[in-house]
């Protein structure tokens, strides 16, 4: 639900990359001007506190990115691919976020199939791996099945990733609407509309019925899928 409520999310935000060093390193990527520069400090620092410390041995901005959850994630994912706008060391930084990203337990991902499908996961696989990938939306596990001997993909929802997608592009949209309604020059920029594209193109992430399609279309290319979102699909 979009909302002032929406507000304690974006300040906690802002304190995270004043926290982190990042809000300096995404001021100097937007070249922005001394007087911006000077209200981040002032409005930032006060709140620093209130950040989410992340992991010190990343870089800054990646540090904040990470320890702000999976929207941001993805948000740091889209600009790992545009050095034109971010530049070319800070696009770098922000690669380790295509795929890279720490997993989530095995146990849990045993739990969101037995949750979706009914059933253990070892009566469907004879062999189930640790993750071998790991990225904002999901994580991969290499399997066997135990009906027909195939090795498979089978790609998991990370917990509670839709509920966190919906809190934060809510903010999202509250953000673009505020900015809209006190810098009217920001409107050419169209924000709220670069939010609504962001929200299409995550909610067809999520469901990872559309990936488990296109990849069974493919010779070879075995996959099963499984996520919070739906129901399991195997692959021919």
Known sequence: MRG???????????????????????????NAP???????????????????????????????ITALGPAYIKFGQILSTRPD?????????????QDSLPPFGIDKAEQTILAE???PVSEL?????????AASIAQVHRARRADNGREVAVKVLRPGIE?????????????????EFLIPSSRRLRPRVVVQHFR???NGELDLRLE????????????????????CRSGA
């Open 34 to 64: 001394a007087g911006l520069r000077l209200a981040a400090r002032v409005l930032g620092w006060p709140f620093a506190w209130l950040g989410y410390k992340g992991d010190p041995a990343l870089p800054p901005l990646t540090r904040a």
């Open 85 to 97: 706008v971010v530049g070319i060391e800070l696009a770098d930084q922000l690669r380790m976020l």
């Open 212 to 231: 488990a399609a296109s990849a069974s279309s493919l010779p070879n290319i075995p996959a099963t899928t499984t996520g919070s979102a739906f129901r």
């Open 163 to 179: 509920a966190a997608f919906r809190r934060d592009i809510d903010a999202f949209h509250f953000a673009a609407g505020v900015m």
């Open 125 to 133: 696989y004879s062999e189930f791996s640790a993750p071998v990938a």
């Open 4 to 30: 002032p409520h929406n507000i304690w999310r974006l300040i906690r935000t802002g304190a995270t990359f004043e926290r982190t060093g990042a809000m300096r390193v995404a001021l100097d990527a937007m």
């Open 117 to 119: 499908i009914g059933r």
């Open 200 to 202: 299409s193109v995550v």
